[in-house]
């Protein structure tokens, strides 16, 4: 294999590795401040209140999210980095329900078929999936690299 194929592998992983690693420096200083755990929250205020409303009448607010680095966005030539945060009300849903659910990667791809085509954990510590950014109860920013996820 020559550097250039090294090269091709190597640097979107770091980019992205990056990327997860600011991801999670913002969250857990909105944890610490204690700011509005959904993204809906930091909407002016008849934004929110209408994302809240189309919530209750059981749509999903998905927003594409981005990270900066230094104030400037973060490139990753030979990859792509996805990062969205959506948001939905569910009815009488109790937590660990939902939890099950997201953190069941490995059937992610039976669950959101067609439009995930295959899923796998490539590692698991308890509630912890190093290389993915932390899932919170209240909030998924889940990011992804080549159907990582």
């Known amino acids: 294999m020559n550097r250039r194929s090294q090269d091709c592998g190597r640097r979107p992983r770091e980019r992205f590795e990056r990327y997860v690693k600011l991801t999670e420096a913002r969250n857990?200083?909105?944890?610490?401040?204690?700011?509005?755990?959904?993204?809906?929250?930091?909407?002016?205020?008849?934004?929110?209140?209408?994302?809240?409303?189309a919530l209750k009448r059981g749509e999903v607010k998905i927003e594409k999210r981005e990270i900066l680095d230094n104030a400037k966005p973060i490139p990753c030539p030979g990859g792509m980095i996805h990062h969205w945060a959506g948001v939905v009300f569910i009815p009488g849903a109790k937590l660990e329900d939902v939890l099950g659910v997201l953190?069941?990667?490995?059937?992610?791809?039976?669950?959101?078929?067609?439009?995930?085509?295959?899923?796998?954990?490539?590692s698991r510590e308890g509630r912890s999936f190093p290389g993915l950014p932390a899932v919170s109860a209240a909030q998924s920013d889940h990011c992804s690299a080549k159907h990582r996820a």
């Not at 953190?103 to 490539?122: F, I, L, N, T």
């Open 103 to 122: 953190e069941d990667y490995d059937r992610h791809s039976v669950y959101y078929a067609p439009d995930v085509e295959r899923s796998k954990v490539e």
């Open 28 to 53: 857990e200083g909105e944890l610490k401040r204690s700011t509005g755990l959904l993204w809906v929250d930091g909407l002016p205020e008849e934004q929110r209140a209408d994302a809240y409303a």
